[in-house]
């Protein structure tokens, strides 16, 4: 079962359009039983205009749905940054020992995969906040990540990224089902995030 998110937004305006003229078409019939009919419209109204705020749609495959609608959403955002574009990665960059065993992991393990890009994301992270001499040894990966930022090391677009590709690798890494195709979406970035942070250093 498949959603559109973009249209969501378009729900609550059109479905308290109708409500409205529901309820004042009402108001002409009085014989209509007012209690059940306003309640119903009142109670879709509100529904409506708190469909665009829910994060996850809670269908067959939601969390699945998210993963997608993210990895298009690193895919855009990489587009935009200084990172090389992840469709060029393997294609232009001779892979690392740790890339190419990551890419045939994915095979069989999707979730492992995605774990296995997290680690090397920090591992880097912790590498430049060295490198910079900064006192992070034993700080947190959003902490190093946050630092970094702030001391306008890693911009904001890539600041983005990171933070996006570092939520995904976690759900990975917390048993959440990542398809194998939504994963190699995701890891095709990670890689390009990784030859970003390797310039840093």
């Not at 309640?39 to 665009?52: E, K, T």
């Not at 993210?70 to 892979?95: G, N, W, Y």
């Not at 740790?98 to 994301?121: C, F, G, T, V, Y």
């Not at 090391?153 to 996006?164: C, G, V």
Request: hydrophobic share 50%; net charge neutral; proline share 4%.
């Amino acid at each position: 079962m498949s959603l559109n998110i973009k249209y969501l937004k378009y729900i609550g305006p059109i479905v308290t359009f109708v409500g409205i003229i529901l309820i004042a078409a009402h108001a002409f019939f009085p014989e209509i039983t007012i209690d059940n009919i306003t309640l119903a419209l009142v109670i879709i109204i509100i529904f409506a205009w708190l469909i665009p705020h829910v994060q996850t749609i809670k269908l067959l495959g939601g969390t699945e749905l998210t993963l997608r609608n993210m990895a298009t959403k690193l895919e855009e955002d990489s587009a935009r940054s200084e990172l090389i574009q992840p469709q060029r990665v393997l294609v232009e960059a001779p892979p690392s020992k740790e890339e190419s065993s990551r890419w045939n992991l994915l095979q069989s393990d999707p979730n492992l995969a995605l774990a296995s890009l997290r680690i090397d994301i920090e591992k880097v992270l912790r590498q430049i906040a060295e490198a910079k001499k900064l006192s992070l040894e034993s700080a947190p990966l959003r902490r190093i990540l946050n630092t970094l930022h702030n001391k306008l090391i890693i911009p904001d677009k890539e600041y983005s990224i990171l933070t996006d590709v570092i939520n995904v690798c976690n759900r990975a890494v917390h048993a959440e089902t990542v398809e194998l195709q939504t994963a190699s979406r995701i890891l095709d970035v990670g890689e390009a995030v990784l030859i970003f942070l390797n310039s840093l250093k």
